[in-house]
């Protein structure tokens, strides 16, 4: 079955630090993955997405996220975090063609340290 | 351009009664999926309507049902409910395109549905 793992629960960045956050994939095919941010009692945000060229994809915000076949991940990463980018972020994959049906990961609380 | 909007904003129920949440996509989206989040949780996927059909569902009791109007809005109903069915309950809407380029859904803010 189509889906993504986000290994940790809670990321921890000093403000002005380099923010990694980890998503690895496991699909069938070619797969379609997205990242969004959620901040308290929002819904979903838009970061970014990739479906196919180039393995460095650049978002919203500053985000960008690198495409790895052979690691089959995609994490999301941000060269310098911003105290406003704590919130909780969602790795995504799109299941099967022909519907917009997408299984998320269980989602990484980053908190930017002032 | 306005976002996806959902009414209502929150929602307190007690179990066995029946809720309908609804749904307005952004213009031009003929697209609408349903997510419920549980708390702690990523979102699960429910439904996906497109041009008033079914076109996925989740597994997802059939207390669970939904529909899409001529103008692309739609409502989730939830029948019986049980205190398990507590959650945020998010609407995306997503403008089909033809060929390779796959876009992306949006996402509205959700409604957040107590049931005691």
């Known amino acids: 079955a189509q889906s993504v793992a986000q290994p940790e629960d809670q990321v921890n960045v000093a403000e002005g630090n380099p923010l990694t956050v980890k998503c690895t994939y496991s699909?069938?095919?070619?797969?379609?993955l997205f990242w969004y941010v959620q901040y308290p009692n929002r819904g979903l945000q838009f970061l970014l997405k990739?479906?196919?060229?180039?393995?460095l994809v650049k978002g919203s915000y500053g985000f960008e996220a690198e495409f790895n076949k052979s690691q089959t991940s995609f994490h999301l990463k941000k060269p310098s975090a911003l105290v406003s980018d704590s919130a909780l972020y969602f790795c995504?994959?799109?299941?099967?063609?022909?519907?917009?049906?997408?299984?998320f990961g269980k989602g990484n609380q980053v908190v930017v340290i002032p | 351009d306005a976002g996806v909007t959902q009414s209502p904003t929150h929602l307190i129920k007690t179990r066995g009664q029946h809720v309908t949440l609804r749904c307005s996509p952004i213009?031009?989206?003929?697209?609408v999926s349903w997510y419920q989040q549980v708390l702690g949780q990523g979102p699960q996927f429910i439904f996906q309507?497109?041009?008033?059909?079914?076109?996925g569902r989740g597994n997802f009791p059939d207390r669970f049902s939904a529909r899409q109007f001529p103008n692309y809005s739609s409502e989730l109903n939830v029948n019986a409910l049980l205190l398990g069915d507590s959650a945020l309950y998010l609407c995306?809407?997503?403008?089909?395109?033809?060929?390779?380029?796959?876009?992306?859904?949006?996402f509205g803010p959700g409604t957040r549905l107590t049931v005691l």
């Open positions: 699909v069938s095919g070619n797969p379609y």
């Open positions: 995306a809407s997503r403008r089909q395109r033809q060929g390779a380029f796959y876009n992306e859904q949006f």
């Open positions: 995504a994959v799109r299941v099967g063609s022909g519907n917009n049906r997408l299984a």
């Open positions: 990739y479906i196919t060229g180039d393995n």
């Open positions: 309507y497109y041009e008033k059909e079914e076109r």
């Open positions: 213009s031009g989206h003929k697209s």
